[in-house]
């Protein structure tokens, strides 16, 4: 499992695939209302204040509101199709891919689960997990972003109109920002989540004394929060421009939003946010997504490693 465990649970390819599945179905059922907001925040080009008459959100609470006003509480779910096979896409992959190498890497190098194979399995295994499911983040974000004026209204009808007037290729925009901050990213989360479980093992209110050093749920959603939202802040600025480059060609879907913002690349997003917004607008959106960071990867890992444990307890 991805935890500190000495006593690692021996499982094949395909059950850490189911696994990861799980952890991403449950995860992105239960947190999408957050993922709705922190897009909204990143494609606004008006500030994000109490006191801005122009902007359309100014805070969690009033964005909430207006959203289930104008949309009622599908609005909080929007994209929620094309964000489940997202997170199923990303899950499988990417805990499949990282049980597998973790295992490869033990035989090879003849040693225990370090640091180092942590971080780079978890970058590896993020970076395929993130172009495997690219296609469904660029249509979560259009149908996050369209609100009631729907161009889109079905998840693949939404996928053929964009191959259809904007190429394949456009299925992967936002994709370079995505793959400097993803291999960084998950490294970061997978090993940082193993070093918060080694250094919370021997407290017994989070970890099972009587089972070597397997983590309780509790230790799980701790480990999983804290590698989330360390992660998540270290990146943050490449994910606001992910977004902004998905929106790209979209633009007209989004009536009633505001200004629309324009780019040609990473470089070009970036510096005309700033230009623009000011050097804070960078982080437009970082509180939802801080708190769905936490949440969600502590959920995700808690998800992952109890399902890991049932299947384990059924073979045997």
């Given at each position: 499992?991805v935890?500190?465990?000495?006593k690692?649970?021996?499982l094949t390819?395909q059950e850490y ?9 449950i995860?992105?059922f239960l947190?999408?209302?957050?993922d ?12 994000l ?5 122009i902007?359309k959100?100014r805070?969690?609470l ?7 006003k104008e949309?009622g ?5 929007r994209g ?10 990303y899950?499988?992959v990417?805990?499949?891919t990282?049980?597998?190498?973790t295992?490869?890497s033990e035989?090879v190098?003849?040693s225990h689960?370090s ?5 780079i ?6 970076t395929?997990a993130?172009i495997a499911?690219?296609?469904?983040d ?12 729907q161009?889109y209204?079905?998840?693949?009808e939404?996928?053929v109109?964009i ?6 290729t456009?299925?992967f925009?936002?994709?370079?920002p995505t793959?400097i ?5 998950s ?9 918060i479980?080694?250094?919370i093992?021997?407290?017994?209110w ?13 230790g ?5 929060s804290?590698s989330?939202?360390v992660?998540?802040v270290a990146?943050y ?6 977004k902004r480059l998905?929106l ?5 879907a989004?009536r009633g939003?505001?200004e629309n913002?324009?780019?040609r690349?990473l470089?070009?997003?970036?510096f005309?946010t700033?230009?623009?917004e ?11 997504s801080?708190?769905k960071?936490s949440?969600?990867?502590?959920m ?10 049932i299947?384990?307890t059924v073979?045997?």
């Open positions: 499992m935890g500190y465990d000495e690692k649970i021996e390819a695939a189911f696994a990861g599945a799980a952890a991403g179905i995860t992105r947190f999408q209302p957050l709705v907001l922190k897009i909204r925040f990143q494609l606004q080009v008006e500030p204040k109490r006191s801005s008459d902007s959100y805070t969690l009033q964005a909430s509101s207006t959203i289930l949309e509480i599908k609005g909080l779910w929620h199709n094309s964000g489940q096979l997202l997170s199923i896409t899950g499988v990417q805990f499949s990282f049980e597998t190498l295992e490869y035989k190098f003849s689960r640091l180092n194979s942590h971080f399995c978890g970058a590896v295994a993020g395929l993130t499911s690219f296609p469904f660029v249509t979560r974000t259009r149908f996050v972003a369209q609100g009631n004026y161009a209204r079905k998840m693949w939404g996928m109109l191959v259809t007037k904007e190429g394949p456009a299925l925009k936002g994709l370079t793959l901050q993803v291999a960084p990213q490294g970061v989360t997978f090993l940082t989540h193993n070093v479980s080694r250094l093992q021997n407290f017994s989070v970890s099972k004394q009587s089972e070597g050093s397997e983590l309780k749920v509790s799980n959603l701790i480990a999983g804290v989330g939202l992660a998540k990146v600025p490449f994910d606001l421009a992910k998905q790209q060609g979209f633009q007209d989004r939003f505001g913002f324009t780019c690349g470089i070009n997003c970036l005309r700033m230009k623009n000011g050097f804070t607008a960078l982080f437009k959106g970082l509180v939802p801080m708190i960071a949440v969600t990867t502590g995700y890992f808690t998800v992952y490693d109890e399902t890991c444990k299947l384990a073979k045997h």
